[in-house]
């Protein structure tokens, strides 16, 4: 309720201001305090309004969901749908089955532990005196009982406290997968006992076919390494009948700690600049979700789940490569894996402010260990504090940056050429706007006068060269080129969107557009440029022949599409006869018609969620593109393809993506579907 309380008092005070703005701008007759409304002022308005609206409706629906859930709960229901209940209902189980089995031994101990007292008595009692020997060895025991019965109580209490917070309790020692360089010949190891795991560690080594029930033979079993293989990271074990098999070490799990040690020094660990990185240093990811986010964003890495991002946290790692040109790193893990990761969201140990690096050679001199070191590289951006009236600064040369900036700032709508113009651009300040965080500033090539945004400032000098930006050029309209902006937009891409696009025909093959400026080329027929983004941006998928095969399905549906929007007109007959092809069953379909089970049976064939395998590839945009479309052409028919439930399935998980989303929802996404206006 606190939570609540504080965006209540939050609405309240942005309402307050929205208030005081109107009054002011009022008073002022529409002017600003500088003499002139800036084009800013009403937008902000506009926002703060919608801002409240929302807010006002969030809070309203937040309430009513509170109320079901507090409903359900009284019932004995789930706040969350079921899974959360499931799942502490699994771990309840198992944490109780364990504190059973725990009890059952403790009672055990106790037992013999009285009758040890018992027999010690009666031996009191008796004539026959107790011998040194046997006195040492029943005190033994009875010292070893009172260990073993502590432990066991210890161990009770802490799974008592796993079940009321509903997860499982944490041991000091656990069993540690194995890598090619911690797995040793002769030692004892445990194959894992999760099944799924098992099975998909089996395939990355390519050791071959094997059923369902061979796999449950080896889960779980005790094993000696006899062998191992450096080439595919593989073991020859033997089991305790001593029959022989080849395994992935990754496979292999060993008793050790249950958390990776971070690297051992005498300094400081802090957070490191790529200044600091060296080659083959030893490092740490952070293990705060949120900031590896962060840093992922700045270096446009591409796009990651949360769930892969945790991963990483917290994760030992060791650099084996760098790229000056966007301050990124190659480590590598414990499991041998590589992955580029931003410098600034590693971690390591500094000693008064020194680079952590390997020990130096006994040559070096005190001038070859120089402040220098700590001099700061890349962008040193501006804040409202940082930024000076009168001072000379530099805009990013990162389109993206500028783009982010400048739509948060609402400066007002401006086209990707403009801001193309502006990057790198030398200005300077002439005002500062604290309201929006703006400053009014003259470019120093030619004297004109802009409000860019603060946060797209740097000091001169500290912005990095400028980098060749693709370029898509088209109309201001879906057309062709959405399936194109779509996958440039998802795998966060920046290039110049140029929707007003009139070239010279004569000089692009064919005379049509779109076209991809790019690497110094042009790129023309949208299917063309759409191959060429898989193969340059890795979207291609983890089978080219399936996307291939999806995208020429695609080509046969979207044109009769196209028939429908440009031949007929849109025309009510051309469209009911469309969605009824469409609908048809598959058994009865003949020519390009069934499309919905077509590809609802396609997706279903496949292994993973998408056409690309775990992540989209280019196939999947150019069908959630055309699926988008055929939604808005019937958007008066509710979820024209409910009925096939993994295209359905297919189509949200595609829908919830964070890159196409926020592009279709954006002002930057055209507001028409095709030229002609049929099918908005």
């Given at each position: 309720m606190?939570?609540?309380?504080?965006?209540?008092?939050k609405a309240?005070?942005l309402?307050?201001e929205l208030?005081?703005?109107?009054a002011?701008?009022?008073?002022?007759?529409?002017s600003?305090g500088?003499?002139q409304?800036k084009?800013?002022?009403?937008?902000?308005l506009k926002?703060?309004a919608?801002?409240?609206q929302?807010?006002?409706?969030?809070?309203?629906?937040e309430?009513?969901?509170?109320?079901?859930?507090?409903?359900n709960?009284?019932?004995?229901?789930s706040?969350?749908?079921?899974?959360?209940?499931?799942?502490?209902?699994e771990?309840f189980?198992k944490v109780?089955t364990?504190?059973?089995?725990?009890?059952?031994e403790?009672?055990?101990l106790?037992?013999e532990?009285?009758t040890l007292?018992?027999q010690?008595?009666?031996?009191k009692?008796?004539?026959?005196?107790i011998?040194?020997d046997?006195?040492?060895?029943?005190?033994?025991?009875l010292?070893?009982?009172?260990i073993?019965?502590?432990?066991l109580?210890?161990?009770?209490a802490?799974?008592?406290?796993?079940?009321?917070s509903?997860a499982?309790?944490a041991?000091?020692?656990?069993?540690?997968?194995q890598?090619?360089d911690?797995?040793?010949?002769?030692?004892?190891?445990?194959?894992?006992?999760d099944?799924a795991?098992?099975?998909?560690?089996?395939?990355v080594a390519?050791?071959?076919?094997?059923?369902d029930?061979?796999?449950?033979?080896?889960?779980g079993e005790f094993?000696k390494?006899m062998e191992i293989e450096?080439?595919?990271?593989t073991?020859k074990v033997?089991f305790?009948?001593h029959?022989?098999q080849w395994?992935?070490?990754s496979?292999?799990?060993?008793e050790?700690?249950?958390a990776?040690?971070?690297?051992?020094?005498?300094?400081?660990?802090?957070k490191?600049s790529?200044?600091?990185?060296?080659?083959?240093?030893e490092y740490?990811?952070?293990g705060?979700?949120?900031?590896?986010?962060k840093e992922?964003?700045?270096?446009e890495?591409?796009?990651?789940d949360?769930e892969d991002?945790e991963?990483?946290?917290?994760?030992?790692?060791?650099?084996?490569d760098?790229?000056?040109?966007?301050?990124t790193?190659q480590?590598r893990?414990e499991?041998h894996n590589?992955?580029w990761m931003p410098?600034s969201?590693?971690?390591?140990v500094?000693?008064g402010?020194?680079?952590?690096t390997?020990a130096?050679?006994e040559?070096?001199?005190?001038e070859?260990?120089?402040?220098?070191?700590n001099v700061?590289?890349?962008?040193v951006?501006?804040d409202?504090?940082t930024?000076?009236?009168g001072?000379?600064?530099?805009?990013?040369?990162?389109l993206k940056?500028?783009r982010k900036?400048?739509?948060?700032?609402e400066i007002?709508?401006?086209?990707?050429?403009?801001?193309?113009r502006m990057?790198?651009?030398?200005v300077?300040?002439?005002?500062?706007?604290e309201?929006?965080?703006?400053?009014?500033?003259?470019l120093?090539?030619?004297?004109?006068?802009?409000?860019?945004p603060i946060?797209?400032l740097?000091v001169?000098g500290?912005?990095?060269d400028?980098?060749?930006?693709?370029?898509?050029?088209?109309?201001?309209i879906?057309?062709r080129?959405?399936?194109?902006?779509?996958t440039?937009?998802d795998l966060?891409?920046?290039?110049?969107?140029n929707t007003?696009?009139y070239?010279?025909?004569?000089?692009l093959?064919?005379?049509q557009?779109p076209?991809?400026e790019?690497?110094g080329?042009?790129?023309?027929?949208s299917n063309?440029?759409l191959?060429?983004?898989?193969?340059?941006?890795m979207?291609?998928?983890?089978?080219?022949d399936t996307?291939?095969?999806?995208i020429e399905?695609v080509?046969d549906?979207?044109?009769a599409?196209?028939?429908?929007?440009?031949t007929?007109?849109g025309?009510?007959?051309?469209k009911?006869?469309?969605?009824k092809a469409?609908q048809?069953?598959k058994?009865?379909?003949?020519?390009?018609?069934g499309?919905f089970e077509?590809?609802?049976?396609?997706?279903?064939s496949?292994?993973?969620?998408?056409?690309?395998g775990s992540n989209?590839s280019?196939a999947?945009?150019?069908?959630?593109d055309l699926c988008?479309?055929i939604?808005?052409?019937?958007?008066?028919v509710?979820?024209?393809?409910?009925k096939?439930?993994?295209?359905q399935?297919?189509y949200?998980a595609m829908n919830?993506?964070a890159g196409?989303?926020?592009?279709?929802r954006g002002?930057r996404c055209p507001k028409n579907?095709n030229a002609?206006g049929i099918?908005?």
């Amino acid at each position: 309720m606190e939570e609540y309380k504080q965006r209540a008092e939050k609405a309240e005070a942005l309402l307050n201001e929205l208030e005081n703005r109107v009054a002011q701008l009022e008073k002022c007759g529409g002017s600003s305090g500088s003499g002139q409304l800036k084009q800013s002022d009403k937008q902000r308005l506009k926002a703060a309004a919608y801002e409240l609206q929302a807010e006002a409706e969030k809070l309203e629906k937040e309430n009513e969901d509170l109320k079901r859930v507090v409903a359900n709960l009284k019932k004995g229901g789930s706040s969350s749908g079921g899974s959360d209940t499931q799942r502490y209902k699994e771990v309840f189980q198992k944490v109780s089955t364990e504190v059973k089995q725990i009890r059952e031994e403790a009672s055990k101990l106790e037992s013999e532990n009285e009758t040890l007292k018992k027999q010690i008595e009666s031996m009191k009692t008796t004539s026959a005196p107790i011998g040194n020997d046997e006195r040492a060895k029943i005190t033994k025991r009875l010292q070893d009982l009172k260990i073993e019965v502590q432990k066991l109580v210890d161990e009770n209490a802490t799974l008592k406290a796993s079940v009321s917070s509903g997860a499982p309790a944490a041991t000091a020692v656990t069993r540690v997968v194995q890598t090619i360089d911690t797995v040793e010949v002769g030692a004892d190891y445990y194959v894992t006992s999760d099944m799924a795991e098992l099975k998909r560690e089996w395939e990355v080594a390519e050791l071959g076919p094997l059923d369902d029930e061979d796999f449950q033979k080896y889960v779980g079993e005790f094993v000696k390494v006899m062998e191992i293989e450096d080439d595919d990271d593989t073991v020859k074990v033997r089991f305790d009948n001593h029959s022989t098999q080849w395994f992935p070490i990754s496979a292999l799990y060993g008793e050790g700690s249950a958390a990776a040690a971070a690297p051992e020094a005498s300094g400081n660990v802090q957070k490191l600049s790529y200044n600091d990185i060296e080659l083959k240093g030893e490092y740490v990811i952070t293990g705060d979700l949120a900031e590896l986010k962060k840093e992922w964003e700045v270096a446009e890495l591409g796009p990651m789940d949360d769930e892969d991002f945790e991963k990483y946290l917290n994760e030992p790692v060791v650099i084996m490569d760098l790229e000056e040109d966007d301050e990124t790193v190659q480590v590598r893990f414990e499991n041998h894996n590589t992955q580029w990761m931003p410098a600034s969201a590693l971690y390591g140990v500094s000693s008064g402010g020194s680079k952590p690096t390997a020990a130096k050679e006994e040559s070096d001199s005190e001038e070859e260990d120089s402040s220098e070191d700590n001099v700061p590289t890349g962008p040193v951006w501006l804040d409202m504090k940082t930024c000076k009236v009168g001072q000379e600064y530099q805009i990013t040369n990162s389109l993206k940056r500028l783009r982010k900036e400048w739509d948060e700032a609402e400066i007002g709508p401006i086209d990707d050429e403009d801001l193309v113009r502006m990057l790198g651009e030398e200005v300077k300040v002439l005002e500062v706007e604290e309201d929006d965080e703006t400053a009014s500033v003259r470019l120093l090539s030619t004297a004109n006068e802009k409000w860019v945004p603060i946060f797209a400032l740097a000091v001169k000098g500290t912005v990095d060269d400028r980098k060749p930006i693709p370029k898509l050029n088209y109309f201001n309209i879906l057309g062709r080129a959405s399936k194109l902006r779509l996958t440039l937009h998802d795998l966060d891409v920046a290039f110049v969107d140029n929707t007003n696009a009139y070239p010279d025909k004569t000089k692009l093959a064919f005379g049509q557009l779109p076209s991809f400026e790019c690497d110094g080329r042009t790129y023309v027929q949208s299917n063309a440029i759409l191959r060429f983004i898989g193969r340059k941006y890795m979207a291609y998928g983890e089978d080219e022949d399936t996307t291939d095969v999806a995208i020429e399905a695609v080509v046969d549906w979207e044109s009769a599409y196209h028939r429908v929007i440009y031949t007929d007109k849109g025309s009510d007959e051309s469209k009911a006869a469309f969605l009824k092809a469409m609908q048809t069953p598959k058994g009865e379909a003949s020519g390009n018609e069934g499309q919905f089970e077509n590809f609802d049976q396609f997706l279903s064939s496949l292994p993973n969620t998408y056409i690309g395998g775990s992540n989209p590839s280019i196939a999947d945009y150019y069908l959630y593109d055309l699926c988008f479309k055929i939604r808005r052409l019937y958007s008066n028919v509710k979820k024209p393809f409910n009925k096939v439930k993994t295209l359905q399935e297919w189509y949200k998980a595609m829908n919830d993506r964070a890159g196409l989303s926020g592009y279709l929802r954006g002002e930057r996404c055209p507001k028409n579907t095709n030229a002609n206006g049929i099918g908005n």
